[in-house]
């Protein structure tokens, strides 16, 4: 089994930058799909970006399109967001997680792995 753990949070200003880095252990991620979500206090958690790990494909919820980048670096088994003009009410915990199908699913309930999670605070 996958398991997935994250690095890179922490506060930044209105219209800066934070990448957030999952470095995943356990088998190759060939036939799976990595994807992170965020949950803030009393909200649900949504997943922002998803790739899968063979084809490159992406999903990026509408809210953080053109902002948040997903890609993937296949020697170190480490799957990044890149977020840039990041506004306040992108603060949440920030999660990684492994899906067992190379098919894209952004309900969390898709997703069998999860890391510890890390906070990302945008101050305004």
């Known amino acids: 089994q996958v398991q997935p753990v994250e690095s890179g949070g922490g506060l930044v200003q209105a219209g800066g930058s934070l990448r957030l880095s999952c470095a995943a252990s356990g088998r190759t991620l060939s036939s799976y799909v990595m994807g992170w979500f965020r949950q803030a206090p009393g909200r649900e958690r949504e997943c922002v970006a998803a790739?899968?790990?063979?084809?490159?494909?992406?999903y990026y919820v509408d809210r953080v399109k053109g902002r948040f980048t997903i890609s993937r670096d296949n020697a170190k088994n480490t799957v990044y967001l890149q977020m840039n003009s990041l506004k306040p009410e992108d603060t949440a915990v920030y999660y990684c997680?492994?899906?067992?199908?190379?098919?894209?699913?952004?309900?969390?309930?898709?997703?069998?792995?999860w890391g510890q999670g890390t906070q990302v605070t945008v101050s305004s």
């Open positions: 997680a492994a899906r067992s199908s190379p098919i894209i699913a952004s309900n969390w309930q898709g997703y069998d792995s």
């Open positions: 790739i899968s790990w063979a084809s490159g494909v992406t």
